[in-house]
């Protein structure tokens, strides 16, 4: 079997390192367009921590990885019984949770709701709190992610769930300089909601982890033994998204043919939702395809706001809108050759 090693990504790497070695301060939010390498990188980094800085890292997408037993011996150790004996009542359905979302079935909105019900959620949060300042070591703030944050974007307890958490991470950050927090996610439509709210204003950060430049995917494809052609090929359809660079590293014959079917795949499915949409409603068609026609010479549009068209294409993963730069463009080189092979027959 053939082993993708992780690459690259010295600067945003650096520029963690860098954000690791200063007080916390800041909730950082990650973002990118999908499959761009987010959650390898922070897991590669995770790898690469010395051992005396913990990470609590928390995929909602599904995966619950924590080191629950340290958790729970903890829970031993302290004082307030009765708090906590409160607070582990909260857990349970977290453990019951854990080998289910280790199989990979992504915890549902309503079992993340139940672990964080009305009242309870303070419990919660008192909870992580104190285990954050049981790991703070030897100048060590533990470090806190939270992958696919936008899982709970719209969960109601009382209030929206989401700015409790963020009320809490600024806590964690700015005032009690408790612990490294970062946010994950390429829901481009959530992160402009976050980017708007008014309570995060100053109190975050925002650092984009976007498909590799040529040079990197050049790189990449050199350490697979990529010929010249193939790498021009790859270039030319995967830009350089990961994952479909390491898609033609696998297929070890005609990397071209390969690269073609994707396309082809692609604008079958991008046919498909916007003539559907044709279907259901002729005004929004209108306005999506004039927005694509702007991808027909150009790889990148400026926008003002998020209207109804950039969010019906954003919602289908065809658009990716960059909310610090206030651009849109299209998910990745395949869905930009394949809008425009749309809008050539539109
Ligand atoms: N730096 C890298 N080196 C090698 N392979 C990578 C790298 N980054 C990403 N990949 C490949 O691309 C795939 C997708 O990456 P990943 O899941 O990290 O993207 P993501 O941005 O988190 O996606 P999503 O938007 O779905 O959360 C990985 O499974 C891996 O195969
Ligand atoms: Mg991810």
């Known amino acids: 079997m053939r082993r993708i090693e992780f690459h690259n990504r010295v600067e945003e790497m650096e520029e963690i390192t860098r954000l690791l070695d200063t007080e916390p301060t800041l909730i950082t939010f990650i973002y990118g367009p999908i499959n761009s390498g987010k959650t390898e990188l922070i897991n590669n980094l995770i790898k690469n921590l010395p051992k005396s800085q913990k990470v609590f890292y928390i995929n909602l997408r599904g995966r619950f990885i924590s080191n629950y037993d340290e958790f729970i011996k903890f829970l031993f150790d302290v004082e307030h019984v009765e708090r906590y ?41 008192v909870y992580i709190e104190t285990v954050l300042r049981a790991f703070y070591k030897n100048g060590y703030p533990p ?11 719209d969960l109601k307890v009382d209030d929206l769930l989401i700015y409790k ?29 976050v980017h708007s709210e008014a309570m995060l204003e100053g109190r975050c950060r925002y650092l984009l982890v976007d498909d590799f430049d040529r040079e990197t995917t050049a ?79 150009k790889e990148k549009v400026r926008y003002k706001y998020i209207s109804d ?12 809108a960059d909310s610090v730069d206030k ?17 050539k027959n539109a």
Request: with cysteine; glycine share 4%; charged share 30%.
């Open 85 to 125: 004996e409160r607070i582990k009542e909260f857990l349970k359905p977290v453990v019951n949770v854990l080998p289910e979302s280790y199989s990979g079935i992504p915890i549902p909105k309503d079992v993340f709701l139940k672990l964080f019900k009305e009242k309870e959620v303070e419990d919660a949060f």
């Open 327 to 343: 651009e849109l463009k299209p998910q990745s080189r395949l869905n930009l050759l394949a809008i425009r092979e749309v809008m």
């Open 309 to 320: 068209e950039i969010k019906f294409l954003v919602g289908k993963n065809i658009i990716f």
């Open 165 to 193: 958490l963020f009320n809490f991470f600024i806590r964690l950050t700015k005032e009690l300089h408790l612990a490294h927090v970062f946010t994950i996610s390429s829901d481009s439509l959530f992160i402009e909601e």
């Open 219 to 297: 790189a990449f494809l050199e350490k697979y033994g990529f010929t010249a052609d193939e790498k021009a090929v790859a270039w030319e359809y995967c830009g350089g998204k990961p994952i479909c660079l390491v898609e033609l590293v696998n297929t070890e014959k005609n990397r071209k043919g390969k690269a073609e079917e994707m396309l082809k795949i692609r604008k079958g499915q991008i046919e498909e939702i916007v003539y559907s949409l044709e279907a259901r409603d002729k005004e929004m068609f209108d306005a999506a395809m004039r927005l694509l026609s702007e991808f027909i010479g």
């Open 143 to 153: 470090v806190l992610v939270i992958d696919e944050l936008q899982v709970i974007g």
